[in-house]
């Protein structure tokens, strides 16, 4: 009798795991279910930690439709690894409960989903997400510096005061650009025109490394990490200083190109998903150019998810380039998802989990990027409420004194972004993965459906007999699942090959054979196909029929594929 997915389940769905709590919920999987799981490693980080694969469906080394999960790239985004196990956990739950009804999905999309291979990287920086859930300094991705220049004047993130965290810090300036709340203790506001003092400067808790006693240092986005691992990636890298983070070169570290080489491994990958925090929002390609420059087929396709992500999660879908750069006409460069779009040829996607704004009443603003700069003094208010009412006081810390070694007397507290503000409070995380598991299950089920079947075998003159067998996709997406992939050099057509046993092909030369892609019946939202003034089908654009001449009595073995669908086989009785 199976193992109860209850019983082997950590509370991934409760709060947020260390690194070796982790490892122990893909271990019980693995472990209860080796027929349906594979947990393997990327390799290990420069701490030591694992980079887990976890690889999941019925046989899981075959070759297949496939789609890809990966979480906490970003340090501080905890959440992504909870809603990632969450994803793994269904799919599970799709083979040892076939008969749930997980999610409202009906029975013929459980069904497809029970032939897709999953790949989920619960946690892309695992040192960075221990150095957070540990000391709760900040940390873009991973806590390294491999910069050579390292003799200026900078911040180094630590905890100063012994009480095991490291948050920030405060001084009385008068030519600070801080104020405190009167309203929401620890809480600290920008400083206004209006305002009489006392002024602060707000640093990051830690010390000043080649300090000369007296100017101190502007704190940086990256401080004392060398790379942000989402600007690291080949599909239009480009360098410091014209993008922050880039790192050394493309693949400079360990964990992307241990992404890169996963998903060119694995050109069935078709789908995509990146999860970060925080902002509830899903941000969608193309990040370089307007709509008007993208395929709209694949326009259309998004479309679908969109309104899909509407439905089940409340969150808006916006385009990269139109509503998700920091500086206006300056697109990112080096993210995963333009990599997984451009390159790979998958349908990609970034959530940023966890709808803050919403919760303390942030009206929507366009560009949805603004939300994160564009704060005054009300929303930050807003927030402070908030936490202390609905999230137990977890974000906003009191102010304890201090004598700093460098700076003399400080007070050090401030934000802790860990639980209610970067990632959703402990109460409702369970929330966040049920809705986000709901809605990729839904854009996984949109699979390309290979099926080969043997419809006739007719006698011809003497010994000779004609095979004939249709070829169809039943799925939604095309073989080439993208229309823009679909001239990527490795997307290549379908195939057949044929092996005779006791027989023989009448033309061996047609053993190998190309089939062509076949389309799939989606059409995502609004193509223009579908007008109620001219409701048309496509031709036979999703089926192929093929013939063999056979000589002699035997087996006729039919296998057709591509390195993108896998392979499925037909057996003809001659």
């Not at 694969?53 to 789609?67: F, I, W």
Request: charged share 25%.
């Amino acid at each position: 009798m199976a193992v109860a997915l209850a019983s082997v389940a950590r509370p991934f769905r409760e709060r947020y795991l260390s690194y070796a709590d982790l490892e122990a919920q893909l271990r019980a999987w693995a472990d209860a279910y080796p027929d349906l799981v594979r947990l393997t490693t990327l390799g290990k980080t420069t701490e030591g930690r694992d980079l887990w694969l976890l690889t999941l469906g019925k046989d899981p080394d075959r070759a297949r439709p496939s789609v890809l999960v990966d979480a906490n790239m970003h340090a501080t985004e905890l959440c992504g690894s909870s809603v990632a196990l969450a994803i793994a956990e269904d799919f599970l739950r799709l083979h040892l409960e076939p008969d749930a009804a997980l999610h409202g999905l009906p029975a013929h999309a459980r069904e497809r989903l029970r032939d897709v291979r999953v790949f989920v990287v619960p946690r892309t920086c695992p040192d960075g997400a221990e150095s957070i859930l540990t000391t709760a300094r900040y940390c873009r991705s991973n806590p390294r510096d491999a910069r050579p220049n390292r003799h200026h004047a900078r911040w180094i993130a630590a905890d100063v005061d012994g009480d095991g965290l490291a948050l920030s810090m405060r001084k009385e300036d008068p030519t600070g650009e801080f104020v405190a709340s009167t309203e929401v203790a620890g809480l600290m506001l920008p400083r206004r025109f209006e305002d009489e003092g006392p002024f602060y400067k707000v640093w990051p808790e830690g010390t000043i490394e080649n300090f000369d006693g007296q100017t101190v240092p502007n704190p940086y986005f990256l401080g004392d990490n060398d790379a942000d691992l989402n600007r690291n990636f080949p599909w239009s890298w480009a360098p410091e200083p014209e993008q922050i983070g880039a790192g050394r070169y493309p693949t400079s570290e360990f964990e992307s190109r241990a992404l890169v080489e996963l998903s060119t491994a694995h050109p069935d990958i078709y789908a995509w998903l990146n999860l970060h925090t925080f902002g509830g929002v899903f941000i969608r390609p193309l990040g370089h150019a307007a709509d008007s420059k993208m395929d709209p087929s694949d326009l259309a396709l998004y479309r679908q998810i969109e309104a899909w992500a509407d439905e089940l999660t409340g969150y808006p879908t916006v385009s990269g380039f139109a509503e998700f750069l920091y500086e206006p006409d300056k697109p990112l460069h080096g993210d995963l998802s333009d990599f997984a779009y451009h390159q790979r040829g998958a349908i990609s996607y970034v959530v940023e989990l966890w709808d803050l704004f919403a919760q303390i009443g942030v009206p929507r603003k366009k560009p949805f990027v603004a939300h994160y700069t564009h704060l005054d003094r009300d929303d930050l208010l807003k927030l402070g409420r908030w936490d202390a009412t609905h999230n137990q006081g977890r974000v906003i810390r009191p102010w304890k004194p201090m004598t700093h070694p460098q700076l003399g007397a400080v007070e050090v507290g401030g934000v802790d972004g860990r639980v209610g503000m970067s990632n959703p409070p402990y109460e409702l995380l369970g929330g966040v993965c049920e809705k986000h598991s709901a809605h990729f299950l839904r854009v996984a089920a949109l699979a390309p459906a290979l099926q080969a079947t043997v419809t006739a075998v007719e006698p011809l003159a003497g010994d000779l007999s004609r095979v004939t067998v249709t070829v169809e996709n039943h799925g939604y997406l095309p073989t080439y699942v993208l229309s823009s992939a679909r001239k990527l050099p490795w997307n290549e057509p379908l195939f057949a090959d044929v092996e005779a046993v006791g027989c023989a092909l009448a033309q061996p030369e047609e053993a190998h054979r190309e089939v062509g892609h076949l389309d799939g019946w989606g059409r995502g939202r609004f193509d223009g196909e579908s007008a109620l003034f001219y409701q048309r089908s496509r031709g036979s654009t999703g089926r192929k029929t093929l013939t063999w001449v056979v000589r002699g009595k035997g087996t006729l073995t039919v296998r057709v594929g591509s390195c993108r669908t896998g392979t499925v086989t037909c057996t003809a009785t001659v």
